[in-house]
């Protein structure tokens, strides 16, 4: 009786798990890591396992976001995502609560951009819809037989040769040859990387 009357005074949360509500809160919950917001953030995942969501669907979500909307501002998000994806698989509930906790709240409060996502959706889409050429002849594999009479790799620079380990060269095929790609935005440790990238291009 004391075991009923206790249950009957939890209020049971609003949630279909497989229904509008499953994706309505994992929606709110990603648009609010993505919009660095860790109160609501802790908040609907809180409502997401409280309903019974599999704590393995909603780490493996941190780590598309962490790819995705956090990237290269801080690589680090990818690691702690990647932990706690190994940490609930390897506990379970309801510790992994608080490994997804910590994780939620680290990216949620981490710098964000997007660039690696951009960057490999513009690449793919010009992979299937122009043609993109060959493999420039000194790129191409020198270690097989024959492959010198056919010029390949004749003409490649060695990047460690030469000054901050950088040589301007094409790597790009010709069609592509002044294609961009990668944008990235100066927040986080991605600003770091950009200013060391440009440094070494002007050596």
């Known amino acids: 009786n004391a075991l009923v009357q206790r249950l009957l005074q939890?209020?049971?949360?609003?949630?279909?798990?497989h229904g509008e509500m499953h994706y309505d809160c994992i929606s709110a919950f990603i648009k609010s890591v993505r919009g660095s917001d860790p109160q609501a953030a802790v908040y609907w995942m809180a409502r997401m396992l409280a309903a019974g969501e599999d704590p393995v669907f909603v780490a493996r979500r941190?780590?598309?976001?962490?790819a995705e909307d956090i990237g290269l501002a801080n690589p680090n998000a990818l690691l702690i995502a990647n932990a706690a994806m190994s940490a609930v698989q390897n506990i379970g509930m309801p510790?992994?609560?608080?490994?997804?906790?910590?994780?939620?709240?680290?990216?949620?409060?981490?710098?964000?951009s997007n660039s690696a996502y951009m960057a490999i959706d513009a690449a793919i889409a010009d992979v299937r819809h122009k043609d993109c050429g060959q493999v420039p002849d000194h790129l191409k594999d020198s270690h097989y037989s024959g492959a010198s009479k056919l010029g390949h790799g004749?003409?490649?620079?060695?990047?460690?040769?030469?000054?901050?380990?950088?040589?301007?060269?094409?790597y790009l095929p010709t069609p592509l040859v002044d294609a961009t790609y990668?944008?990235?935005?100066k927040r986080g440790r991605e600003e770091q990387l950009l200013n060391d990238w440009e440094e070494r291009r002007k050596s």
Not at 10 to 17: H, M, S
Not at 62 to 66: G, M, S, T, V, Y
Not at 154 to 170: E, I, M, R, S
Not at 182 to 185: E, F, K, L, R, S
Request: aromatic share 14%.
């Open 182 to 185: 990668y944008n990235g935005v």
């Open 62 to 66: 941190l780590i598309i976001l962490a």
């Open 10 to 17: 939890q209020r049971a949360p609003r949630y279909d798990k």
């Open 154 to 170: 004749k003409a490649y620079k060695y990047a460690h040769n030469y000054p901050n380990g950088y040589v301007k060269q094409q």
């Open 95 to 112: 510790e992994a609560r608080i490994v997804l906790s910590e994780a939620a709240l680290y990216l949620a409060s981490s710098e964000k």
